[in-house]
């Protein structure tokens, strides 16, 4: 009798060390299942998370692109229209200033009187600088080497003066006109000959725009 319960525990020890390894399995097996689930969440998550971001981040750089596009054509076209509006403003200078030239006049020897041809040159030119209120003039008298350095000087001034008077006569502001005398320091034609001597008996005009 003795002996069958020792076969009778016998055979509910071997039931429950199997039922243990059986749950014991079980539980390693849900528990690795678990781990690879996790694994797999943590490589989906990011992901999607680039996919939501991605998007915006391309808009946003398309938009900059296309901002940059248009500061840099509206500086271009801001640098066009400077150079354009330069070169126009030298233009316009340069036909002011073509206009307002006025040939040498000259003089007989010792004589500061003006000749016909002169006043001729000088009623051509007074137009324009009734037309160009803000140009200003200096005129330079010069006479040729004969004669001593003061008496030189005196006479370049009368033919300076002389030609200034007439350009006020023609209406032209005598404020606007300045004269200066040069003498015989600076001769147009350098030789000493009555050729040189005719073309250093001169007014000469400089405009000052």
């Known amino acids: 009798m003795r002996r069958g319960f020792n ?87 340069a036909a002011m200033l073509k206009e307002l030239q006025i040939a040498d006049i000259n003089f007989d020897y010792d004589k500061y009187n003006l000749k016909p041809e002169a006043q001729d040159i000088l009623k051509k030119a007074a137009p324009a600088y009734l037309k160009y209120g803000s140009a200003k003039l200096v005129v330079e008298g010069h006479c040729d080497e004969r004669g001593t350095v003061e008496y030189n000087l ?29 003498g015989e320091e600076n001769p147009l034609d350098k030789g000493s000959n009555e050729v040189a001597w005719a073309k250093n008996r001169r007014a000469h005009f400089v405009v000052n725009p």
């Open 154 to 182: 005196a006479l370049g001034e009368k033919r300076a003066n002389e030609a200034a008077k007439f350009l006020v006569d023609l209406g032209i502001a005598k404020d606007r006109i300045k004269t200066i005398s040069y």
């Open 7 to 93: 076969l009778f525990g016998l055979m509910l020890l071997v039931l429950f060390v199997s039922i243990s390894l059986t749950t014991g399995c079980a539980k390693k097996a849900a528990i690795k299942d678990g781990a690879g689930v996790s694994q797999v969440q943590q490589a989906v998550v990011p992901q999607t998370a680039v996919k939501d971001v991605a998007p915006k981040a391309t808009t946003d750089d398309a938009a900059a692109r296309e901002r940059a596009l248009r500061e840099q054509a509206l500086r271009e076209a801001a640098e066009k229209a400077a150079r354009e509006a330069a070169a126009k403003e030298a233009a316009a200078k």
